[in-house]
């Protein structure tokens, strides 16, 4: 015999009924950083709001009545993760505005001058690129074939290398005090390494692995999204994360990165333009572009496989390169008037 079966009739949970509605601003409205945002909210029934609890913005904050002003603490661009509590009628209810801030800055346009052009291994998969002391260190990628590599800048040479397991796929690499830093795609692992490219340790982090780069005594990793992340060295955890935006709207697949000052010079994963994107680390916005168009012959080396990818700075001195190119460019930069 069939096995007898049951019917089990489902019951619906009881909808919660929302008697708050947001005026102003409108669901994902986006302002510019700076901007002076209007909060207004009413009751459905016409009800008196008593009072609004501002939350997730430093200290909680009480605005009396149904409508109030508000800038955000910390000058950043990005979604606040804010949330308002009305008070009516000895009740209470929790909404969460969804606003954006971008950024008010009009990006300075950069150009370039070719100081020099070193030898550069066309294998290389470039995926990080930074100097220790007076030797170039070069992470590169693609499963079975990502390195760690020691170079001398002259000639191109390798002093050291460093081969990571087949199942990984090398990504951005950086260093801090005596450390070198090396992140991978998908496999949430980063490896480091002593000046000579022993291993040391090993972390674990969550998401995508693609640019690294250090400053002062945080590391700031990208992930192919909008999302910079900063890291505490000694345990990878993440410290604070920014949100990168322009006047138009938020910047995504920011790789290789390189800190210079309180700026992140960024390369961008496209074959659309030539081109590294400077960014404030204090507020997430794009403050600069630079165009490279020009320094690599794109009849020669194009399709995705071939961008931008690779910035170094050292002694006041700025080097690029691309995936699998034959040459590491030193440049200075040039202000469009």
């Known amino acids: 015999m069939p096995k007898e079966t049951k019917t089990v009739k489902r019951r619906n949970s009881p909808r919660i009924k929302k008697e708050i509605n947001l005026i102003t601003p409108k669901l994902g409205s986006t302002f510019p950083l700076g901007t002076l945002v209007l909060f207004t909210l009413e009751h459905k029934k016409d009800h008196l709001i008593d009072s609004i609890l501002l939350e997730g913005d430093g200290k909680p904050k009480t605005f009396t009545g149904n409508h109030f002003e508000w800038q955000p603490e910390r000058f950043r661009t990005g979604n606040p993760q804010i949330s308002l509590t009305?008070?009516?009628?000895?009740?209470?209810e929790k909404i969460y505005p969804k606003i954006t801030f971008a950024s008010n800055l009009n990006p300075s346009r950069y150009t370039y001058e070719l100081v020099n052009t070193y030898p550069h291994n066309e294998k290389s998969y470039t995926q990080g690129l930074f100097f220790e002391n007076e030797y170039l260190y070069e992470s590169t990628g693609h499963r079975g074939s990502s390195t760690i590599g020691k170079y001398d800048l002259v000639s191109g040479e390798v002093i050291q290398m460093a081969n990571i397991e087949n199942k990984y796929f090398g990504e951005g690499a950086t260093s801090w005090k005596e450390?070198?830093?090396?992140?991978?795609w998908e496999s949430h692992i980063a490896f480091t390494y002593d000046k000579d490219l022993n291993r040391t340790r090993t972390f674990n982090y969550s998401g995508e692995g693609w640019g690294l780069a250090t400053w002062g005594d945080t590391l700031v990793m990208s992930d192919?999204?909008?999302n910079i992340y900063l890291l505490n060295p000694k345990d990878f955890s993440q410290i604070d994360r920014l949100q990168i935006y322009d006047q138009t709207g938020k910047l995504n697949f920011l790789n290789e990165l390189e800190v210079i000052g309180n700026d992140l010079y960024a390369n961008v994963y496209t074959t659309a333009s030539d081109e590294i994107i400077i960014i404030d680390l204090l507020t997430g916005r794009v403050k600069g572009v630079i165009d490279l168009m020009g320094l690599i012959d794109r009849s020669k080396y194009r399709g995705i496989d071939y961008v931008l990818n690779g910035i170094a700075s050292y002694q006041n001195r700025l080097f690029v390169t691309a995936k699998w190119h034959p040459y590491l460019y030193e440049i200075t930069l040039r202000k469009v008037q």
């Open 86 to 92: 009305a008070y009516f009628k000895d009740k209470k």
């Open 179 to 184: 450390t070198i830093f090396q992140i991978t």
């Open 224 to 226: 192919g999204s909008e």
